[in-house]
């Protein structure tokens, strides 16, 4: 799985870093202010373009928040940085078929949608009154450092001039190398939970807890329990992709497996970190907002998916296991490592191991405007 996986990787986290490198994250405060539609979908493009690692999309989300965005704006992004980011997409594609990634990029705005819904019905002003004063208390999360920093570029002019110049391509290295040091735990967490399972777990024991053989019960069961099977397993972002494939290959159905990948947002240690940011109170408050729109988000694309007759045939499911071989996978891992070890050295050369250090837990000030920037209030060219 790794071996297949790599190239997507690094592809993904090139295109995020462009972006991120380009885009201020004070804009995106400004462009935040409300719930309306527009700024719902505003929310949603811009988080897609961000980081797809859940506690940085937790804690970058907070930042938000504390700043004067709209928490359901705040929320919106959140989904989008894990659920809808380019790299969740390829690695989707290519281990599970592309069925699976227009799934996920489908239910992501249904599951936002459901979302803004139930807060606009339910959710009261003095619990988030509670939850912005608890967030401005500065208690720091995990990588409450990298959502703090802000590395994109401060020169004028056109997108190609900015990306191109030094400070820009320094910038890329910079939030290329952050990114991938957020991720790269859960990563290989996933891929070795997924090894692990796909191993030691009968198929008897999957297809009998997913009602596998059972149409109807299995399509009703899947999108409740994906998102705790998620839960409790401590793996989130693009880790849980690896694990998503050995559950579709036990039997869990299509819906289920879209509603499991959404749920890196409730994990138990991000549960712990809403609990920290936001008061106990809205902690429950999101599990049981957040579980809703998995849901139904699950049941819609299994619905729309299986009346389109696009749900694939889980009897072609597969773990990778053939191993290394000259093929396009090897050739397209040659190119993007050597594209990878040069915005390393890049970062190296520029300033970036002290940056590294800060990015688990720098706290922001007491105005909610702090932050890590490079040494002359940019990043190091």
Request: hydrophobic letters at 55%; glycine letters at 12%.
């Amino acid at each position: 799985m790794t071996w297949e996986i790599t190239w997507a990787l690094i592809l993904g986290f090139a295109l995020s870093a462009v972006v991120q490198a380009i885009v201020r994250k004070s804009t995106v405060v400004r462009l935040l202010g409300d719930d309306r539609p527009r700024t719902l979908l505003r929310a949603s493009a811009l988080g897609a373009a961000s980081s797809s690692c859940s506690y940085a999309a937790v804690a970058l989300a907070r930042s938000l928040f504390r700043k004067g965005a709209d928490f359901t704006a705040a929320m919106a992004f959140e989904i989008a940085s894990t659920n809808l980011v380019v790299e969740l997409g390829v690695i989707l594609a290519l281990l599970m078929g592309w069925q699976f990634t227009a799934a996920e990029f489908t239910g992501g705005p249904v599951m936002i949608l459901v979302l803004a819904v139930v807060f606009r019905l339910t959710l009261r002003e003095p619990l988030v009154r509670q939850a912005r004063e608890q967030a401005g208390r500065g208690l720091a999360g995990s990588m409450e450092g990298h959502a703090a920093m802000d590395m994109s570029v401060r020169r004028q002019g056109s997108f190609a001039r900015r990306l191109l110049s030094g400070e820009g391509l320094t910038s890329v290295a910079h939030v290329f190398v952050m990114e991938w040091a957020a991720i790269a735990r859960d990563l290989a967490i996933g891929l070795f939970v997924a090894g692990a399972v796909a191993a030691w777990v009968p198929d008897a024991f999957w297809g009998a807890f997913f009602f596998d053989g059972h149409p109807l019960a299995s399509k009703l069961w899947g999108p409740l329990i994906g998102p705790v099977v998620a839960l409790l397993s401590f793996v989130c972002s693009i880790g849980n992709v690896p694990l998503a494939v050995v559950l579709w290959k036990g039997g869990i159905s299509f819906g289920g497996v879209v509603a499991f990948l959404f749920a890196d947002l409730l994990i138990l240690p991000v549960l712990n970190i809403y609990r920290r940011y936001y008061g106990a109170r809205m902690a429950l408050y999101l599990l049981g907002a957040f579980y809703a729109a998995m849901v139904v988000a699950g049941y819609a694309v299994e619905f729309v998916f299986g009346g389109l007759g696009l749900i694939p045939d889980q009897a072609d499911a597969r773990i990778p296991t053939a191993g290394i071989s000259w093929d396009y996978t090897t050739w397209l891992n040659i190119v993007f490592l050597l594209v990878g070890a040069a915005l390393v050295i890049r970062f190296w050369r520029t300033g970036g191991i002290p940056m590294l250090r800060m990015m688990g837990g720098a706290p922001e000030g007491p105005d909610g405007q702090g932050g890590v920037r490079g040494h002359d209030g940019g990043p190091a060219r």
